[in-house]
Nanobody, 119 residues
């Protein structure tokens, strides 16, 4: 069973920074793709940033240049450094772990951490 534990959320003023962390209890972390997603009130969950097991990153256009995703395989942890935060970044942020086999894709989600940006 894979468990993901997010931390680092909170309340910050616009222009401020937060750093989210996600610790994964997965033995195969080094070959697991990871990502951050978010759900704003009344909206669907959207992709924020992803990082493959090889370190390739992708970013949503809405946050590119402001957020940075990274991973530390030794600590089985991924991070999301969020700078220049805007009120529209307010959402619950979720950590995702996934891998693909011949038969299917496996997805696991954390409980989420709230980020609130005030104007």
């Amino acid at each position: 069973q894979v468990q993901l534990a997010e931390s680092g959320g909170g309340m910050v003023q616009a222009g401020g920074s937060l750093r989210l962390s996600c610790v994964a209890s997965v033995g195969r972390f080094g070959v697991t793709d990871m990502g951050w997603y978010r759900r704003a009130p009344g909206q669907q969950r959207d992709t924020v940033a992803t990082i493959t097991s090889g370190g390739t990153t992708t970013y949503s256009d809405r946050i590119r240049g402001r957020f940075t995703i990274s991973r530390d395989n030794a600590k089985r942890t991924i991070y999301l450094q969020m700078d220049s935060l805007k009120p529209e970044d307010t959402a619950v942020y979720y950590c995702n772990a996934n891998w693909q086999t011949i038969e299917r894709r496996y997805d696991f989600w954390g409980q989420g951490t709230q980020v609130t940006v005030s104007s």
